[in-house]
């Protein structure tokens, strides 16, 4: 009997703030060091992945989207 193998692939889309400076420095310190990182900014983000496995002969699935998700 030949396994059967498939690809799923999920994306997500999330965006993410931070800001990089060090609190014992002075203001100027930090955007001389980080420059406009030295203020609270924001990512957006595309994540993609790929799960390649076997078929469940019972469900017909790789793995439930929803776990994926998770």
């Not at 014992?24 to 609270?40: H, I, K, M, T, Y």
């Not at 990512?43 to 793995?63: C, P, Q």
Request: charged fraction near 25%; hydrophobic fraction near 45%; aromatic fraction near 10%.
């Amino acid at each position: 009997m030949v396994e059967r193998i498939a690809l799923i692939t999920c994306e997500f889309w999330f965006e993410a703030s931070h800001v990089l400076a060090r609190e014992d420095w002075s203001d100027e310190q930090n955007d001389r060091v980080f420059g406009p990182c030295a203020r609270l900014h924001g990512h957006s983000y595309h994540l993609k992945v790929t799960l390649r496995g076997a078929i469940d002969a019972a469900t017909g699935m790789v793995i439930n989207f929803n776990d994926m998700k998770k």
